[in-house]
């Protein structure tokens, strides 16, 4: 089932989503910098290119995803896992509502009823979703053009207020909290996931779309992080927008600050992962339980729980605390990108 | 079937034509065999009729059967003209009204077409809508032929193919595919070809008729270029794309078309590199600040002063405390206006649409602002955004109808609508395909061998070593879609 999609703008898309998460962050939470934010960022890296290689394994002689891959093998079993992956895409796709809403609200939309938002959301996603994932991914790649773009501009203007001093000869400053830490940003790395479902509408090269974009990611997160310690200091490492706060600082004269734009794109940025989390729902119900309209139909309920959950959450924000403590523990990626791919090759090497 | 008696086939194809007074017959004798010369007013050219058909039939002193007249004419009289047997009373028909002649022959059972077109055209001018600074200053015009010679004349290779058809089954309007052979995927003709070989009107007047039958249903944007320069039409092709030239129409068409094109002139080419590509900036620029600008300005009036200067805002504060209605509405009439204007400035004369600029423009924008019904920040924002949008002409229809929704957006909604719309909106032309080849490549996918011509222009020497083709400006291969 190959499909028509581009590698390069298949990576370009997870890194604008990956982005989004660290850009767009989860109500009053926190985010903590310094010098070990460096480390925290590198090893989660390391620790998602070293889960995703069962994935590539299994992927990389088969045409279609992981579940077409499951589903040759075992109907039960890739039934079963797919029940599980749709409701982890629908953890996924909840959080990523409650984060855009978050933003949106504490910054440019702060006086709408948040289900204005969710109802216009919704119809930017239903659309996405009519268009197909090969738009979708299109848009990721001038996306992240604009995301390159006014990162740039604010690196260049904040860089006179950046002071070196700030940084410091350390990895780990406080033992207790880097493995957390570690984990939670390697759980946020939901992108790995969605690829074992859309990498196989990637029409060449495939087994490129993680590399690249781990190193995409990376690169922005760590000058990111860069800019953060060294404008905002030691005294200001826990933020709860912190790129909202960066852009703060940048004033281009005509515009007093840019912090409107950043979450404009940033904002956009958080659809396109919505608009990604919807097809990879539908592709594993394609490969797993029902083809045709049936989909279809499932990929819109979905799309509309997901958005009913999410504004669920922002009225009653503990009704996530469990879900999200089970995300963040990473446990839900490593099993869809490590252990199931391993189990798809146990099957596939069991048939034989 | 043509009759062997002259009269019956003259009356034949009267009773067709419904003894239309266009139709000239014309009754002689040659070789002693009585004759018809048969053509359509207006459509040969008389001085040619006489010397090429006339004089040489005239001039035939012997006695001839009607068979060895025939063979004559066809064979030594006629050999200096476009000619063609004739059996058919239809065939007759369509050849006269097709700017023919047509000769029958008492006591022979078939005829001879002529070709002596020679209809009143308007001569080679300068094109209305695509001018430059440098280069030719010709332009299609409406006659086929002519516009056939203005490709040919620029390429003098037997590469360049032209396929004539007739198309619509009343207007009979002739066509003519055009394309080079070795740069044009063969399934990207033959799907061309198909579609306009079964197009399914009967009457076609413009290049607009044929239009969205080659392209796909999309509300905004068309992957069919249209064109009026015979230069542009040729680089087009040259790039492996398909032309239609259709008779009646000064507009060729081209697919595939890319998003990017829209913002590309000839006269870039002519420029420095550098300086083309700073031109192709403002053009980008331009669109983007004619379609947001007035939504972002109503955005930030209405929602999000914050992020104004203070001195700027504290102006714009005063100027819109004089005025009665909201920032939207001031920007919906101010809009609106504009668009009356334009579309009355469009349709009149042009001695009377500078009267309508005028009035419109310096007379009523002046005394809404002095009367204080419309800020003049917003006059302002209006007039930059309308006159940004003519940059891209092209893209103009394109322009208003988003300006609007976007102002709307803004209004409504703040930057949160505005980014709704920003996201379809890239969503729905990322989604389009024009005939396999990505409507918004090769900015995405990004392409960097089509980059050299898209944004930035690369050198003559650059471009001349390996010039690109439209079909590596999907990031990948061929890939034969076929739209």
């Known amino acids: 089932m190959k499909g028509d999609m581009g590698y390069r703008e298949l990576a370009a898309a997870l890194a604008v989503s990956r982005i989004f998460a660290e850009t767009a962050p989860m109500p009053d939470a926190y985010r903590t910098y310094g010098m070990q934010r460096f480390t925290v960022i590198a090893v989660s890296f390391l620790l998602t290119a070293a889960v995703y290689l069962p994935l590539w394994l299994a992927m990389r002689k088969t045409e279609g995803g992981l579940f077409e891959r499951l589903a040759d093998g075992n109907k039960a079993v890739s039934g079963f896992a797919g029940a599980l992956f749709s409701l982890y895409l629908l953890s996924a796709a909840a959080e990523t509502g409650l984060r855009a809403h978050y933003y949106t609200s504490s910054t440019i939309f702060d006086s709408a009823p948040s289900v204005y938002f969710y109802v216009f959301v919704g119809a930017a996603l239903i659309f996405a979703a009519v268009k197909g994932e090969e738009a979708v991914t299109r848009t990721a790649v001038i996306i ?80 990111m992080t860069f800019l953060y310690n060294t404008v905002f200091g030691y005294m200001l490492s826990r933020l709860t927008l912190p790129f909202y706060s960066l852009s703060s600082a940048v004033d281009i004269k005509i515009m007093h600050r840019i912090n409107g734009i950043d979450v404009m794109i940033c904002e956009m940025a ?83 | 079937m043509l009759e062997k008696e002259l009269e019956k086939n003259v009356v034949n194809i009267r009773a067709v034509m419904r003894g239309s007074s266009d139709l000239t017959v014309k009754y002689a004798k040659a070789g002693g065999v009585d004759i018809c010369v048969l053509s359509c007013d207006g459509q040969i050219d008389v001085t040619r009729l006489a010397e090429l058909v006339y004089r040489p039939l005239s001039e035939i002193r012997e006695e001839l059967s009607a068979e060895r007249l025939a063979a004559m004419i066809s064979g030594e009289l006629l050999i200096a003209c476009d000619e063609k047997p004739v059996t058919e009373v239809g065939e007759v028909i369509d050849a006269v009204l097709g700017g023919f002649c047509a000769i029958l022959i008492d006591g022979c059972g078939k005829g001879y077409a002529v070709g002596l077109q020679g209809f009143e055209t308007r001569s080679v001018t300068q094109p209305e809508n695509h001018r430059n600074i440098r280069g030719s200053r010709e332009g299609f015009v409406e006659a086929l032929h002519i516009n056939m010679s203005l490709i040919r004349r620029r390429v003098k290779s037997p590469a360049l193919s032209f396929r004539t058809m007739q198309i619509g089954g009343v207007s009979k309007t002739e066509i003519c595919v055009c394309a080079m052979e070795g740069r044009t995927d063969k399934k990207l003709l033959r799907t061309v070809t198909d579609k306009l070989r079964h197009l399914p009107l009967e009457l076609i007047l413009e290049s607009g008729f044929v239009q969205p039958f080659l392209e796909k249903r999309h509300p905004l944007f068309s992957e069919v270029g249209a064109t009026e320069r015979p230069d542009t039409l040729v680089s087009k092709l040259y790039e492996g794309r398909i032309g239609v030239i259709i008779d009646g129409s000064p507009f060729a068409l081209y697919v595939p078309k890319l998003f990017s094109e829209n913002f590309i002139m000839l006269d870039d080419y002519v420029e420095k590199p550098v ?61 609106l206006f504009y668009e009356i204007m334009r579309e009355a400035g469009l349709r009149l004369p042009s001695n009377v649409g500078h009267a309508v600029s005028i009035v419109g423009g310096i007379v009523i924008g002046d005394i809404v602002v002095s009367a204080g019904l419309v800020g003049a920040p917003m006059l302002l924002t209006i007039a930059i955004a309308s006159i940004s949008g003519y940059i891209v002409s092209d893209l103009h229809n394109q322009i208003s109808l988003l300006r609007f929704i976007f102002i709307m957006l803004g209004g409504l909604f703040g930057l949160f609508g505005l980014t709704v719309g920003m996201f379809m909106l890239l969503i729905s032309v990322c989604s389009l395909d024009s005939y396999g080849v990505p409507f918004t490549s090769p900015l995405s996918p990004f392409s960097l061998k089509g980059m050299r011509d898209t944004v930035l222009r690369a050198g003559w020497h650059a471009m001349s070593r390996s010039e690109p083709e439209i079909y590596e400006m999907n990031g990948s291969e061929v890939r034969g879609d076929e739209g």
């Not at chain 1, 996530?320 to 391993?342: H, I, N, Q, W, Y």
Request: hydrophobic share 55%; aromatic share 10%.
């Open chain 1, 270 to 352: 958080g659809m396109l992962r919505l608009a990604l989390i919807v097809p990879a729902f539908r592709g594993t119900v394609r490969a797993c339980f029902t083809r045709g309209k049936a989909a279809d139909i499932a990929a819109v309920v979905f799309a509309v729980c997901a958005l009913g959950l999410a504004e669920l959450f922002t009225v009653y924000p503990g009704f996530f605390e469990p879900m999200k403590r089970l995300t963040d523990s990473g446990l839900p990626l490593a099993a869809f990108t490590a252990v199931l791919p391993l189990a798809a090759l146990l099957i596939r090497r069991k048939k034989a």
């Open chain 1, 144 to 223: 992240s053009g604009m995301f390159l773009l006014l990162l740039i501009i604010v690196t260049v203007s904040v860089l006179p207020e950046a002071d070196t001093d700030r940084l410091y000869p350390a990895f780990i400053d406080d033992g207790g909290s880097f493995l957390p830490e570690v984990l939670r940003e390697f759980a946020l790395n939901t992108e790995t996931a969605l690829f074992a479902v859309l990498g196989g509408k990637v029409r060449e090269k495939r087994g490129r779309v993680i590399p690249l974009y781990l190193g995409i990611s990376c690169a922005v997160m760590l000058l």
């Open chain 2, 275 to 335: 300086f083309a590509f700073f031109i192709r900036l403002i053009r980008y620029l331009a669109f983007l600040i004619a379609i947001l600008l007035p939504g972002f300005y109503a955005a930030l009036a209405n929602f999000h002063p914050e992020l104004i200067p203070d001195a700027l805002l504290r102006n714009l504060a005063a100027a819109e405390a004089l005025t009665p209605y909201s920032v939207l509405t001031e920007c919906v009439i101010l809009d």
